[in-house]
């Protein structure tokens, strides 16, 4: 029953835009608890909310070791890669995603700013047109995107 309440606790501070203290709450877990789905989840939550993208990267890959059929892990960990320099490791997490990411604009789009990012110019327009695409309202998120500078479409 403790468990429980620490998960609802955390899940609230998180809605109230309180990541530190999710990250407080979800502490006082027993051990044999931190490494459920739910926990890591909201400890995703917390830390990307807080842009700690080093830890965040630790527990999306955590989620896609256990989870390996959930696209937005894999985007998740992929960001918080790309946000720390890993852009290349980024990538190749992004290709070890399931099937169902290439069905995502947000994939391609995602692609096309880490391709982007380490100068493969050719590459990044082919994924960001794919992106444009699939959903045009990344158009707007292009403009003003610091991974996508200097790109023309």
Same mark, same amino acid.
């Given at each position: &029953? ?7 606790? *955390?899940?609230?501070?998180?809605? =109230?835009? @309180?990541? %530190?203290d999710a990250l407080n709450e979800l502490k006082n877990l027993p051990k044999e ?14 830390? &990307? ?7 965040? *990267?630790?527990?999306?890959?955590? =989620?896609? @070791?256990? %989870? ?33 990411l290439s069905e995502m604009a947000v994939y391609h789009y995602n692609m096309a ?15 960001l047109a794919k992106a444009f695409e699939m959903d045009d309202s990344f158009k ?14």
């Amino acid at each position: &029953m403790l468990t429980k309440q620490i998960i609802r606790a *955390a899940s609230g501070w998180l809605e =109230l835009g @309180m990541p %530190a203290d999710a990250l407080n709450e979800l502490k006082n877990l027993p051990k044999e608890n931190t490494d459920e789905r739910v926990v890591l989840e909201l400890r995703l939550a917390a830390e &990307m909310a807080m842009q700690d993208w080093k830890h965040g *990267a630790e527990t999306a890959k955590a =989620l896609c @070791m256990e %989870a390996v059929d959930e696209p937005d892990f894999f985007l998740s960990a992929a960001f918080c890669l790309h946000e720390i320099g890993e852009t290349n490791e980024a990538m190749k997490c992004l290709l070890r995603g399931p099937e169902v990411l290439s069905e995502m604009a947000v994939y391609h789009y995602n692609m096309a700013c880490y391709l982007w990012t380490i100068g493969e110019k050719d590459r990044a327009h082919n994924y960001l047109a794919k992106a444009f695409e699939m959903d045009d309202s990344f158009k707007e998120a292009a403009r003003y995107d610091k991974d996508l500078v200097g790109i023309e479409w």
